[in-house]
Nanobody, 115 residues
Framework: QVQLVESGGGLVQPGGPLRLSCTASASIRGTHTMAWYRQAPGNQRELVARITVAGSTNYLDSVKRRFTISRDSAKNTVHLQMNSLKPEDTAVYYC?????????WGQGTQVTVSS
């Protein structure tokens, strides 16, 4: 089936940057809506950023000035550039492929923002 693999998570100091990447299996062709979600322990999973087929983007208000979602369609990859990270950004970040008839999730990658 569809496979999404996230990478780029890790430990970073407050104020620092991280870049997350999500690559879909090669069987997925064309441009699709993709999104990043995150979930901290005890919290609900929340939408962080989404990029549509047309290239429109939307962001969680608290990250809008700091995070940027982008895609490389030729590589079936979506990125999340995270700057000025705060401890409240600590969570497991998940990549999601959104189709009309399918929704696939990656396994998640841990982002920890701490001194």
């Amino acid at each position: 089936q569809v496979q999404l693999v996230e990478s780029g998570g890790g430990l970073v100091q407050p104020g620092g940057p991280l870049r997350l990447s999500c690559t879909a299996s090669a069987s997925i062709r064309g441009t699709h809506t993709m999104a990043w979600y995150r979930q901290a322990p005890g919290n609900q999973r929340e939408l962080v950023a989404r990029i549509t087929v047309a290239g429109s983007t939307n962001y969680l208000d608290s990250v809008k000035r700091r995070f940027t979602i982008s895609r490389d369609s030729a590589k079936n990859t979506v990125h999340l550039q995270m700057n000025s990270l705060k401890p409240e950004d600590t969570a497991v970040y998940y990549c999601k492929l959104e189709l009309l008839s399918f929704a696939s999730w990656g396994q998640g990658t841990q982002v920890t923002v701490s001194s």
